[in-house]
């Protein structure tokens, strides 16, 4: 008898092919099912909320559509692993997690953020500790403007698209407000967001993505005690496993998840008070 817990991938771009890959290696999940709109013959998400055998669902769809995704999961009964955003504001965040709770306490509602797993994370926590509170500088990420992420009706606001840079900031310095943001329109767009931590200090976040343009994140940030600089180039390896085996350790054991809801909605509140200043 397979007693691995079944779970139905929906979205085959990268990340859901990425999550096909991880439960094929898995020993602990495997693939249910797989919704995605290159397969006319293939089940609709419907269908697959509505099949017995499927446990729970991992969302790999734009980030917009998420929401509803998700809350039809819950009331099918299926868990839900997410990635980012859950929802783009945090009223939305707050009532599905509620939604969750309400459906069946058991349920487990958990948004995917892989970048907190990586090892360039990592290295960077354990640089960033010895050098005291961020005194300037920047964290710089550029990216491409193509596809449906140049969607805002599907990708959202730029503030959205920089959740995961956010969550790092605060990962490494804690809580955090935002003391001013810009936003200049192009063939893309370049966000600049100025951060102030509660526990001391601030950094610039800028996000800058155009058609073509290359993925790259780059570190200057000057603390204390020194500068914070780019991690070692890394091919992060097994993040998507690691992030399965930790959703199905909630449903499985009740493990605590790896960035917490209050975290989650922090990040959230930062997002909007972006959007609030543009």
């Not at 919704?35 to 917009?64: F, H, K, Q, S, W």
Request: charged share 25%.
């Amino acid at each position: 008898m397979d007693v691995r817990l079944p779970l139905a991938v929906v979205g085959a771009g990268r990340a859901g092919a990425a999550r096909v890959r991880a439960l094929g290696e898995s020993t602990t999940a495997r693939l249910a099912g797989l919704v995605t709109r290159g397969d006319p013959n293939g089940p609709t998400y419907e269908e697959v909320l509505a099949e017995p055998d499927v446990a729970g669902v991992i969302l790999c769809t734009p980030n917009l559509l998420h929401p509803s995704q998700a809350r039809a999961a819950l009331d099918a009964g299926k868990h839900a692993l997410v990635e980012f955003p859950l929802a783009p504001h945090p009223a939305q965040f707050r009532a599905l997690l509620e939604r969750a709770h309400k459906s069946n306490p058991s349920l487990v509602l958990q948004e995917e953020h892989i970048e907190l797993l990586s090892p360039s994370q990592a290295w960077l926590r354990e640089r960033a500790l010895p050098l005291g509170r961020p005194r300037g500088g920047t964290l710089e990420f550029t990216g491409s403007a193509e596809g449906w992420i140049a969607d805002p009706e599907l990708a959202g606001t730029p503030a959205l698209c920089a959740l995961a840079r956010l969550h790092r900031l605060v990962d490494l310095f804690g809580e955090a407000e935002v003391r001013s943001a810009s936003l200049a329109r192009g063939a893309g767009y370049r966000l600049e967001v100025e951060l102030g931590f509660a526990a001391g200090g601030g950094v610039t976040l800028v996000e800058a993505r155009a058609p073509g343009g290359v993925r790259a994140t780059h570190w200057r940030v000057d603390c204390e005690h020194g500068r914070l600089g780019d991690p070692p180039s890394e091919r992060p390896a097994n993040l998507f496993a690691r992030d399965l085996a930790a959703f199905v350790a909630r449903i499985r054991e009740g493990a605590e998840p790896y960035v917490s809801d209050a975290r989650c909605l922090h990040v959230l509140e930062l997002v909007e008070a972006i959007e609030r200043r543009l």
